[in-house]
C-alpha cells in the first residue's frame, strides 16, 4: 500500500505525526505500528513517545489528556479533573461502578497474578464467582492459561484496560503491599457473592475509556 513505511525527518514532525495516530485512533496502538508506518525502529520509537509522555503528563502540562505508556502500546487519555465536564458536554451517563467484593477480587488478583479462581475464593474465605464474572465482562482481568496441576484451573491477570482505568503504565506502579497470601488455617468457602452483594459501590471515573471503548 501506498502508505506503508512513510519516511518522516525531524523530532517535532516525528512527535506530531505520533500525536495525530493517537488522536484518531482513540484506542491503544502498538508501537511496532507506529515505527513500521513511520519507518523507524521500535525502541526508538518507544524511547520518543515515552519523552512524549513526560510533556503531557507534567503537573505543569496545561493539557487536558494524558499519554500512556504501556508495555507494548501507547494510548491517550483525557485527565481525570475534567471527566465532569466531559460527561455533560458528550451526555455520557456515569458508570463504570465496581463493588467492594469486585475491587477486593481485583487487588487480589491485580497482586498476585497469575492466580486460579479457587486461590482469590481462599484469600477472601468466600466464592468469588459473580465478581469474577462481573470483572471478566469488564475486561479488568481475563484468561492466560492453565495451571500445571492437578485438573488444570484456569490462570487469571488483570489486562491493559485494568491498566487505562486505574491510570497506571505498569503494575510496577501499584501502591506496594505484602503479597495477599491464604493462610494456613484458612477454612473453606463459607459464603457466596452475589448480585445483591453490590452494594457498597466503589466508583470508577469511565469518561475517557467510554469514548475509547467505542473502537
Known amino acids: 500500500m501506498e502508505e506503508k513505511n512513510l519516511q518522516i525527518d525531524g523530532l517535532k514532525n516525528i512527535e506530531g505525526a505520533i500525536e495525530a495516530i493517537l488522536y ?4 491503544p496502538v502498538k508501537y511496532a505500528k507506529i515505527a513500521e508506518v513511520l519507518g523507524l525502529d521500535v525502541r526508538n520509537t518507544k524511547k520518543i513517545i515515552e519523552h ?5 503528563n507534567s503537573e505543569k502540562s496545561k493539557r487536558g489528556i494524558n499519554l500512556l505508556v504501556f508495555e507494548e ?8 479533573q475534567y471527566a465532569p465536564y466531559i460527561r455533560e458536554a458528550l451526555g455520557i451517563r456515569r458508570g463504570g461502578n465496581l463493588s467492594a467484593s469486585s475491587m477486593e477480587v481485583l487487588a487480589v488478583v491485580a497482586y498476585n497474578q497469575p492466580v486460579t479462581r479457587s486461590f482469590v475464593d481462599q484469600v477472601r ?3 468469588s464467582s459473580y465478581a469474577f464474572n462481573s470483572l471478566i465482562d469488564k475486561a479488568l482481568i481475563e484468561a492466560c492459561g492453565r495451571l500445571d496441576a ?3 484451573p484456569m490462570l487469571y491477570i488483570t489486562t491493559e484496560k485494568f491498566l487505562r482505568v486505574f491510570g497506571i503504565n505498569s503494575l510496577s506502579e501499584l501502591p506496594a503491599t505484602e503479597t495477599m497470601l491464604p493462610p494456613k488455617e484458612e477454612t473453606p468457602v463459607i459464603a ?3 448480585e ?3 452494594g457498597g459501590e466503589v466508583s470508577i471515573e469511565e469518561a475517557e475509556r467510554e469514548t475509547a471503548d467505542a473502537e
Open 52 to 56: 512524549m509522555s513526560e510533556e503531557f
Open 196 to 198: 445483591d452483594d453490590e
Open 150 to 152: 492437578p485438573g488444570r
Open 73 to 80: 502500546t501507547c494510548q491517550f487519555c483525557t485527565k481525570e
Open 24 to 27: 484518531a485512533a482513540g484506542y
Open 125 to 127: 474465605g468466600v466464592d
Open 192 to 194: 457466596t457473592d452475589s
